[in-house]
């Protein structure tokens, strides 16, 4: 079985920064795309971000871009979501997700492997 473990939320004033991590196990994480989407009651999963298995190419919400940088450590088994200039907007559950495939990793439906969501809040 496949484990992802997001950290690193919290409750944070709108410009503030803020870094999610993601450690996988149970697979060769070096093997998966990862990406990063976010929910609010009520609307449905949002992509924010996803990052090859090598770490080559890297995708993004349009309300993100600028914004947000994710990054992976292979050595690590670790992906990161940085998340800079918060807004109150960016309140929602963060979820870490691992996918076979970088193809169309911008598509929640790509994605096999979920963890449990961290949320993040910001205040104005």
């Known amino acids: 079985q496949v484990h992802l473990v997001e950290s690193g939320g919290g409750l944070v004033q709108a410009g503030d920064g803020l870094r999610l991590s993601c450690v996988v196990s149970?697979?060769?994480?070096?093997?998966?795309?990862m990406g990063w989407f976010r929910q609010t009651p009520g609307k449905e999963r949002e992509f924010v971000a996803a990052?090859?298995?090598?770490?080559?190419?890297?995708w993004y919400g349009d309300s993100v871009k600028g914004r947000f940088t994710i990054s992976r450590e292979n050595d690590k088994n670790t992906v990161y979501l940085q998340m800079d200039t918060l807004k109150p907007e960016d309140t929602a559950v963060y979820y870490c997700?691992?996918?076979?495939?970088?193809?169309?990793?911008?598509?929640?439906?790509?994605?096999?492997?979920w963890g449990q969501g961290s949320q993040v809040t910001v205040t104005s």
């Open positions: 990052i090859d298995w090598r770490g080559e190419y890297t």
């Open positions: 149970g697979r060769d994480f070096s093997q998966l795309a």
């Open positions: 997700a691992g996918t076979r495939t970088a193809v169309g990793a911008t598509l929640e439906a790509r994605y096999g492997y």
